[in-house]
């Protein structure tokens, strides 16, 4: 009798599975890429295909294959989806008004056609839109739905909003007092990859401002708030440091005025304007008219000991100390903007 504790002897080695190259990942693949131009959409309105040459369609087809996950083609057609609100709900003639359900939004395709020198948007139909990229009707409205739900309305139910919105740093969908706002331009992640999708930046600069500043700094990081004080208006901001090339160019600058690059130099003054408008931001209000320019850090260190907390060390050796500091502080001439930088970053 065989012992019930020896190995069966394996004969055939066990074929492991393939790390690349399974059938269901290659048709997958096939499938991504292998997409064709459909037919006509004979369309009598817009006569899409007769505005859309051949080898533009054959263009428009060969780059929406050379993507290589259906996530990002999705994202590449809702660029050319545009989602409008309905100006005026009527009904169709002979369906019951009763039962009538308007539409939540109106959908607009267009599509970027190349012309050699420039590129030119092109109005078409669902039907040419689902043509020209050939896809089918239902991811369309995967789309569709998709875009109607980003944007503004999206981004208010999201936590970081709400935190957003908690501290003070300004609104989307309406005006706000404050020296804060939200940027929605790294939405796609496209100016810095490190950066969430909402940044909060001062309200008075614009979005071409940062973009030019962004080229300043190491990986694109620009300054960004990601906290402020309701009372004493300080904010803690964070972003990369000046790159050397900038450097190097307002150093040189500074000794030859002719020949600093224009490029350059605009960048430059479009980052003072920033940091500029950062202090402005971070003003503390004293009293009533009159605005001083002392520091948050100043200012929370000056109203950390208050006179009930004081009374009860009063008398003691903490008490003397504290009142010290105190006095050492109103003493200081307080800056506007404190900047700390890791020493070992290069």
């Known amino acids: 009798m065989a012992d019930c504790f020896d190995r069966p002897v394996v004969t055939v080695t066990p074929r492991k599975r393939k790390i690349n190259g399974r059938k269901k990942d290659a048709a997958k693949i096939k499938r991504i890429k292998n997409h064709t131009t459909g037919e006509d959409c004979k369309c009598s309105r ?6 859309i040459s051949e080898a533009a369609r ?3 087809i060969e780059g929406f294959n050379t993507y290589s996950s259906k996530d990002s083609q999705d994202a590449y057609l809702s660029t050319m989806v545009v989602v409008l609100p309905v100006k005026q709900c009527r009904c169709r003639e002979g369906a019951d008004k009763n039962s009538y359900k308007p539409k939540e939004m109106s959908v607009k395709y267009v599509v970027k056609v190349s012309t050699g ?17 050939g896809i089918t009707k239902n991811r369309v409205e995967t789309v569709r739905k998709a875009m109607s739900l980003t944007g503004a309305d999206r981004l208010k139910e999201s936590v970081v909003y709400k935190d957003y919105e908690r501290l003070g740093l300004g609104c989307i969908t309406k005006a706000s007092p404050s020296q804060w ?26 979005d071409d401002t940062i973009m030019k500043v962004s080229k300043n700094h190491r990986l694109n990081r620009f300054p960004v708030v990601v906290w402020s004080h309701k009372r004493t208006k300080g904010a803690l901001l964070r972003s990369g440091s000046i790159s050397k090339s900038v450097l190097t160019s307002v150093l040189k600058g500074s000794l030859n ?5 224009n490029y350059n130099s605009s960048n430059i003054s479009e980052d003072e304007k920033m940091f500029s408008e950062i202090v402005k931001a971070t003003q503390m209000r004293i009293a009533k008219g009159k605005v001083s320019s002392i520091s948050a850090g100043a200012a929370l260190s ?17 008490y003397k100390k504290l009142t010290e500091e105190q006095a050492e502080i109103n003493s200081w001439t307080p800056a506007n903007l404190y900047i700390f930088t890791d020493k070992s970053s290069k």
């Open 58 to 60: 054959q263009s428009l």
């Open 117 to 133: 020198t420039s590129v030119e948007p092109v109005a078409v139909c669902v039907k040419a839109f689902c043509s020209l990229f």
């Open 46 to 51: 817009l006569k899409c295909f007769e505005q």
């Open 257 to 261: 005025t002719n020949q600093v690059s």
């Open 181 to 206: 706002r939200l940027s929605m331009i790294n939405f796609h992640y496209n100016v810095c990859r490190s950066y969430p999708a909402v940044v909060v930046v001062p309200s008075r600069v614009v």
């Open 302 to 318: 000056m109203m950390a000991m208050s006179d009930d907390f004081a009374s009860l060390f009063e008398g003691s050796q903490q």
